[in-house]
């Protein structure tokens, strides 16, 4: 039987992790440049099978040594603000679409994104240590993953609605500069222990 209790409390810890992580960037920046459903059925996907992997795994993930989990992290945050940094500015008039717009293209995209980029994120490990903590692993899992959705969600909305007022390279700018700062707080972290 569900807790709503529980599944409350793992909604708003995890929504709240969540926010300024880089899912709602990764969302908006695909939200961006294709259909938000296609994006969204691909992004809500990975969140599922990462809420799988943290339930199912319970406490085993934070066993692994927090200092290796940031230095990694680390090394991503700054290798994906260094290719947002690098691409070549497009005339911000004009978005071109991707060619391929198709529904498995997109989702796909939107799946491999999530899958790489959470693992082992912080919000996985917070809920591997919530279902053992609690030992309520649906009521766990059930909270993890809508408050992961809604984050996804407004995300990909809100890089819809950002499209109409700001131009696409100053996204990308500020979405590097985002990274750059998280990426060098993520190996200083793992340095200072």
Do not use: C
């Amino acid at each position: 039987m569900i807790s709503l209790t529980v599944t409350a409390l793992v909604f708003g810890v995890v929504f709240l992790a969540e926010l300024p992580d880089k899912t709602a960037l990764a969302g908006l920046v695909l939200g961006t440049r294709y259909r938000a459903s296609y994006v969204f059925a691909g992004v809500a996907a990975a969140f599922l099978l990462h809420v799988v992997l943290a339930v199912a795994a319970g406490s085993v993930l934070t066993l692994l040594p927090q200092q290796l989990v940031h230095a990694i992290t680390g090394v991503l945050f700054l290798g994906g603000a260094a290719v947002l940094l690098m691409k070549k500015d497009e005339d911000d008039e004009e978005i071109r679409k991707p060619r391929d717009q198709s529904f498995w293209k997109v989702s796909g995209a939107g799946f491999m994104l999530i899958l790489v980029a959470e693992f082992g994120d912080l919000t996985q490990i917070m809920t591997a240590n919530l279902a053992a903590r609690y030992d309520d692993p649906l009521s766990v899992g059930l909270g993890a993953v809508l408050a992961l959705w809604a984050v996804a969600g407004l995300g990909i909305v809100g890089g819809k609605a950002l499209m109409k007022r700001v131009p696409l390279g100053l996204i990308t700018k500020i979405a590097a500069v985002l990274m750059l700062g998280l990426g060098v707080w993520s190996l200083w972290e793992a340095i200072a222990g």
